[in-house]
């Protein structure tokens, strides 16, 4: 069993930073890939970023060029460093950590980032 807990979200102006941390407790010798997903109000939870255990990373167009996915595996962390924030990249985000069995998978609780001015 994996636990995921998020931290780093809060308010930022368009054009500021943010970054997003998801520490992993409990074994993740299974883990296949870890991932941030959003969910803006009224809109479909969408994939933002995904790193793999071999370290390969995907992100969505919006996302490419701002945003950054890592991880820190002595920590079990996974990061999002978010720059360039636009008002439409408002939205709950989680992570997502996804097992070698595609019936095990593990979600954040969510973190709530706002960007506005």
């Known amino acids: 069993q994996v636990q995921l807990v998020e931290s780093g979200g809060g308010w930022v102006q368009p054009g500021g930073s943010l970054r997003l941390s998801c520490a992993a407790s409990?074994?993740?010798?299974?883990?296949?890939?870890r991932a941030w997903y959003r969910q803006a109000p009224g809109n479909q939870r969408e994939l933002v970023a995904t790193?793999?255990?071999?370290?390969?990373?995907n992100y969505a167009n919006s996302v490419k060029g701002r945003f950054t996915i890592s991880r820190d595996n002595a920590k079990n962390t996974v990061y999002l460093q978010m720059n360039s924030l636009k008002p439409e990249d408002t939205a709950v985000y989680y992570c997502?950590?996804?097992?070698?069995?595609?019936?095990?998978?593990?979600w954040g609780q969510g973190a709530q980032v706002t960007v506005s001015s």
């Open positions: 997502h950590y996804s097992t070698y069995n595609p019936g095990i998978n593990y």
């Open positions: 409990g074994s993740s010798s299974s883990i296949y890939a």
């Open positions: 790193i793999t255990s071999a370290g390969y990373t």
